[in-house]
């Protein structure tokens, strides 16, 4: 996620903004820039792709900037690949105000094209730099009214910040969507920022921006307005957090903090995407995997390593179900060397968070070798897999911290719902009501995790009866059969106990003999073609004295009524289930971690990318 900082006050804001924007690393990024009101009332930048002292040393070398009034930036690439152009902020035609935001505008493609028709001479690639041409545009005397006459024209999740030499005395914000922004209260001084860690060594006194919402800072002070321009109330709060887990806004561990950002993992990776009608648009994105090419596709490779293989599992599902046609599950260190039949009529979609994956990296350049069309559904912007595929699908989860992988896990399976849809309308599969019904249940998703997060403190107790065991089977068929197998990878990542994730159906064909009190069986028997098969297991599980928990949908009395320990899940599309099904295994495997003590974030032997073979 990209980071915002901005400073007004007597002293230069330059030191205090790069400071802040290094409190802010953490939320990945790969370009930064800064721009300030000088002393002559000159609005000046310095912009450098690649890491803060980049751009440290491009100010302390070539481009020294001084002023009392700043905004900075650290970006996390969505549009427009990492570049010194493409680095925040972005100017107007004139150079008389300067724009920096998080998050995606969604309209930008036509807003771009409009404003070019008006003569706006554009410098990059970004969606951010239409806002800078439109505060311009409706310009009149009032940047506030500029401002939102702006914003009434974007569609998106956003957090923008505005400085302009028309008002040097104030800097603007704006919120729309997850994007956080919180001021800080100085003396006769304004710090701005995307998280509380950036502002903690400067005050304690904090007052949030929520959604649909405006803020003018200045050295007098700060007043928060709706997008009407009404006045809102806002009380001041002293916080209480060191930075550490200011960072983790609070949350105890990253793993948990990304846990319970999935919902908006699921909103950003859909937005922009999924439209009112059920029209899937990402055909704009994906280069040169047109319709054409997919036309021409008679088979699909999916590869991936871990997390990220189990995630392509869940769109084999929906590939086969949707588009009704042949796809093949290809471990990545096992594609490599296990003589592959790919060709030219092969898709191979590659799943990966990082992008770096050795394995990963590697069977997309043997499948490239072999004719194959690639795709691939990845959370980094740039990244060695992005270069190498056709076309990439972007997850749009944000940095993920926590070794252990979970909101890109579920941003992964969401995009792959997102494209079977599009291939099942390419091929001519399923009936146009049924993408309709899936496309719809997709904007459900958010919803639906934000419920079984709200079942974190039931899962806990769940976990404190478990933290003993010394082995757990998961069990799953069908769509959940690759949720069993995330659930096990989970818990043995980061609790270190053994843990098998098993399609049900082939219990009786060995996994049964392992039953006794002491390995607990974990079953995922929500609402589905194979509910009553998986039934059937839990209760051959309970005639051997296995403890059993299930996951469940909300109100299923004949699951409760046979297992131990119920994780329960609203219902939705069993296509679409995994994603949900998949969050109190989560939250299983995290708190027996938390009660062990275990690393959570640094699971011993682990690393977040594996880059060796
Ligand atoms: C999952 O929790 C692990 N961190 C690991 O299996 C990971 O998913 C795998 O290494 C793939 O990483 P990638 O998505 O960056 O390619």
Redesign the pocket.
Known sequence: MCGIVGYIGQKDSVPIILDALQRLEYRGYDSAGIAVIDDRGVLCDSKAEGKLARLAERLRDGDPLHGPVGIGHTRWATHGRPSDMNAHPHMDCNGRLAVVHNGIIENYAALRARLLELGHIFRSETDTEVLAHLIEMHFNGDLEEALRKTLRDVRGAYAIGVISTDDPRHLLFARNGASPLVLGIGEGEMYVASDTPAILPYTRKEVIVEEGEIAVVGREGWRITDYEGQPIDRDVVQILWDARSAEKSGFKHFMLKEIFEQPNAIKETLAGRVHENGDIRIFEELDTVDEARLRSVRQISIT?????YYAGMVGMYLLRSLARIPVAMELASEFRYGDPVVDASTLVIA???????AD?VEAVRIARQAGSTILGVCNVLGSHLTRLADGTLYTRGGPEVG???TK?YVSQATALALFAQVLARVRGESSEERLREIALSMRLLPAAVDVVLNTSDEIRKVAQRYCEMRSALFIGRYANFPTALEGA??LK?ISYIHAEGYAAGEMKHGPIALLDRSTPIIGIVTEDRVREKMLSNIMESKAREAPVIVVANRGDDEAASIADHVFWVPKIDELLAPIVNVIPLQLFAYHIADIEGKDVDQPRN?A???TVE
């Open positions: 991936g390593c871990g997390t990220a799943m990966s968070q990082s992008g770096e994956t990963t070794v252990a992988a890109t990878l989970k990542e682990l977040k990318t594996v």
